[in-house]
C-alpha cells in the first residue's frame, strides 16, 4: 500500500512559479511516480513521470519546457516544479504512484492523493 499527500497549490500569477510536493509512505520508492492534472469538464490527463529511481522522467504537453518532475526517495518526496505559469496551468493536481507503463497506456495508475488545486489568475 501506498499513500500520497499532496501539498504546495494555491493562487498565482501567470508567470509566477509554483512547486508542489508530495509526501509518500509505504513502499513508493518501488514504483513510477507522476502527477495528473484535472481540470473542470475535461479528463484527468498525465502531466509529468518519474521512474521509481529517478533515472527517468518524462513532461507531457504544455509542460514540455516549463515544468520539472523531480523525487527523493530518502526523503519519500515526489516534486513538480512549476515555471512560467499559464492560466491553462489551472486545475486539480493529483499526486500518483503505479507501474511505469500505466502512464502511457491510458491505464489509471494504482495509488492516488487527494489532490491539490493550482489555480492560475490575474
Known amino acids: 500500500q501506498v499513500q500520497l499527500v499532496e501539498s504546495g497549490g494555491g493562487l498565482v500569477q501567470p508567470g509566477e512559479s509554483l512547486r508542489l510536493s508530495c509526501a509518500a509512505s509505504g513502499s513508493s520508492r518501488f514504483y513510477a511516480m507522476g502527477w495528473y492534472r484535472q481540470t473542470p469538464g475535461n479528463q484527468r490527463e498525465v502531466v509529468a513521470v518519474i521512474g521509481s529511481a529517478g533515472g527517468n522522467a518524462a513532461v507531457e504537453g504544455s509542460g514540455k519546457g516549463r515544468f520539472t518532475i523531480s523525487r527523493d526517495n530518502a526523503k519519500n518526496t515526489l516534486y513538480l516544479q512549476m515555471n512560467s505559469l499559464k492560466p491553462e496551468d489551472t486545475g486539480v493536481y493529483y499526486c500518483?504512484?503505479?507501474?511505469?507503463?500505466?502512464?502511457?497506456?491510458?491505464?489509471?495508475?494504482?495509488?492516488w492523493g487527494q489532490g491539490t488545486q493550482v489555480t492560475v489568475s490575474s
Open positions: 500518483t504512484a503505479g507501474d511505469w507503463s500505466n502512464y502511457f497506456s491510458g491505464h489509471t495508475p494504482a495509488y
